[in-house]
């Protein structure tokens, strides 16, 4: 079984910035690419960005330059920092990990529970 736990999010005023976090725990051989997508009321949830265990790195045309994600390999964590908000990213935030729970096995994604971002203007 593995779990991801989200941290962060909440009211911010446009412009503002917020953090989020994200830690993978359970039964974890390696993590491949974890990200974040994110599902506003009334729309489909879309890619915001993901990063490869080598840190390799790609977003969405909406939040470049002001979204950046890390990882912490060692930790399984993935990081967004989101800098400029705007009103249109309220959204509830998931975070997805590729996880592979033993070797030579094929990985499985995995999603945490979501985590509310509220930009007012």
């Known amino acids: 079984q593995v779990q991801l736990v989200e941290s962060g999010g909440g009211l911010v005023q446009a412009g503002g910035s917020l953090s989020l976090s994200c830690a993978a725990s359970?039964?974890?051989?390696?993590?491949?690419?974890m990200g974040w997508y994110r599902q506003a009321p009334g729309k489909q949830r879309e890619l915001v960005a993901i990063i490869t265990s080598g840190g390799s790195t790609d977003y969405a045309d909406s939040v470049k330059g002001r979204f950046t994600i890390s990882r912490d390999n060692a930790k399984n964590t993935v990081f967004l920092q989101m800098n400029s908000l705007k009103a249109e990213d309220t959204a509830v935030y998931y975070c997805n990990g590729n996880v592979r729970t033993r070797a030579f096995t094929r990985p499985t994604d995995y999603w945490g529970q979501g985590t509310q971002v509220t930009v007012s203007s």
């Open positions: 359970g039964n974890i051989f390696s993590v491949n690419t």
